[in-house]
């Protein structure tokens, strides 16, 4: 009976999928690509893969949604001919996509039964870091260098995205609510946040012992922040304010700053001092939500559109 | 008593499925943009609704089932607000000349 459902769900990805990429209206494409990263949630949870669930269904299905369709109606409003890629483009794509596919199948279907798994070490050395969720341990303290450096990468994502604007708007606000916010949507505004913030929270901090964590907190935060200025509650703020530009390097440098502490206390870059790792990275942790949560935010807000108020 | 609570999950859960199902139907079916929202809403609120009344019986603790209410409010006003938003831009362009 699961199998069957397992086969429903792999079909229905494929069948998906191959939508995505033939449907010719692009905004079509992008909530079928929303649906699709819905559905790969559930088929990690299939899985048993819960963090990268959440993960999926928040990045996947939301801000990466989110950004497509932001960057479609951009893309809209500059042309009023609808521009479609050269034969050649879609066949290059095309043999590009299959190749990884192919490369990707062929390697899994290669692997020796059983696969070599780091599992049991991962969950043996769980008790040194104080920690319940082995995900938690391998993003935060076997492999921190990683995280860390993702984390550099989406600041640089962001910076990316700002250096668009041209050079008398920089430090501006970007602009991102409607013309006219339609009242149920003003509505949702108001009542959603207290929920998600509340949500936000718990998952930030229940990720150190079951699934849930920074990505997925900060992806929630960062929905619920959207939602207000889409609902022009609030205005977005402007790029140049420092007390913003601490907050979106706080975690990174957080962690920086302990990652070099572990030269002094312990036995070097990013290691914890015995006994005390998990208040160490509950509390890195918690910087990293808020910085991605603004991060996420502000990359769907897309580069500043208005002067800085002088 | 526990066999009666698997009986009265089986029983909701099953209509739910069923509601989903009709609500799919007549989303794939119905001629026009409005009843299609009809359709959709019937089956998240009461369908949802249903699935979550035979889950709660299930449920291990009273945080947990508080937890499913909850899944079911955050939907009902998310799909509240959505059908409210299409059905919106549908009256923007029917009254636009």
Same mark, same amino acid.
Not at chain 1, 21 to 35: K, L, N, S
């Given at each position: /009976?699961? $199998? ?10 494929? %069948? =998906? ?20 990263? &819905? ?13 990268? !669930? ?11 949604? $989110?950004?497509? &369709? ?8 500059r042309s009023s001919q609808p521009q479609t890629p050269k034969r050649t483009t879609k066949a290059a794509a095309a043999i590009a996509c299959t190749v990884v596919a192919a490369g990707l199948a062929l390697a899994v279907l290669s692997f020796p039964s059983p696969a070599p798994t780091l599992a049991? %070490?991962?969950?043996? !050395? &769980? ?78 901090? @229940? ?16 929905? /619920?922040? =959207?939602?207000? $200025? ?18 979106? @390097? ?7 700053? @302990?990652?070099?502490?572990?030269? !002094? ?11 005390? !790792? ?33 | $008593? ?96």
């Amino acid at each position: /009976m699961t $199998m069957l459902l397992d086969l429903a769900l792999v079909a229905w990805l494929l %069948a =998906l999928a191959i939508h995505v990429a033939r449907a010719r209206d692009d905004q079509g494409a992008i909530i079928a690509f929303i649906a699709f990263g &819905l559905l790969l949630g559930l088929g990690w949870t299939r899985l048993s893969a819960i963090d990268v !669930a959440m993960t999926e269904a928040a990045i996947g299905g939301g801000v990466t949604g $989110m950004l497509l &369709l932001r960057a479609e109606a951009r893309l809209r409003q500059r042309s009023s001919q609808p521009q479609t890629p050269k034969r050649t483009t879609k066949a290059a794509a095309a043999i590009a996509c299959t190749v990884v596919a192919a490369g990707l199948a062929l390697a899994v279907l290669s692997f020796p039964s059983p696969a070599p798994t780091l599992a049991p %070490a991962a969950a043996a !050395a &769980l008790d040194s870091t104080g920690l319940g969720n082995p995900v938690t341990a391998v993003l935060l303290a076997y492999r921190a260098l990683d995280t860390l450096l993702e984390k550099v990468v989406l600041l640089l994502a962001l910076l990316g995205v700002w250096s668009l604007a041209p050079d008398q708007l920089w430090g501006g606000a970007p602009e991102l609510r409607q013309t006219v916010a339609p009242p149920p949507f003003v509505y949702l505004g108001r009542i959603l946040p207290p929920f998600g913030v509340l949500i936000a929270v718990y998952m930030c901090w @229940v990720g150190a012992d079951a699934p849930g964590g920074t990505f997925q907190a900060g992806t929630v935060l960062a929905a /619920m922040w =959207l939602l207000i $200025m889409l609902a022009s509650l609030r205005p977005a703020p402007e790029t140049r304010r420092t007390t913003l530009r601490l907050l979106l @390097v706080g975690g990174p440098v957080l962690f920086f700053a @302990v990652g070099f502490l572990g030269f !002094a206390v312990a036995d070097g870059f990013l290691s914890y001092p015995e006994g005390a !790792a998990k208040p160490i990275i509950v509390g890195i942790e918690a910087a990293l939500t808020v910085s991605i949560a603004l991060t996420l935010g502000l990359l769907v807000a897309g580069p500043s559109s208005r002067a800085p108020a002088p | $008593m526990t066999s009666l609570a698997n009986a009265f999950t089986l029983v909701a859960v099953g209509c739910g499925a069923l509601l989903f199902l009709a609500g799919t139907l007549g989303l794939l079916r119905f001629p026009d943009t409005l009843s299609r929202l009809h359709a959709l809403s019937k089956a998240d609120n009461l369908g949802l609704g249903l699935i979550v009344l035979g889950l709660l019986p299930q449920a291990e603790s009273f945080a947990g089932g508080l937890k499913l209410v909850c899944v079911w409010l955050l939907a009902q006003i998310s799909a509240a607000t959505a059908s409210q938003l299409i059905a919106g831009v549908l009256y923007r362009r029917k009254s636009r000349p």
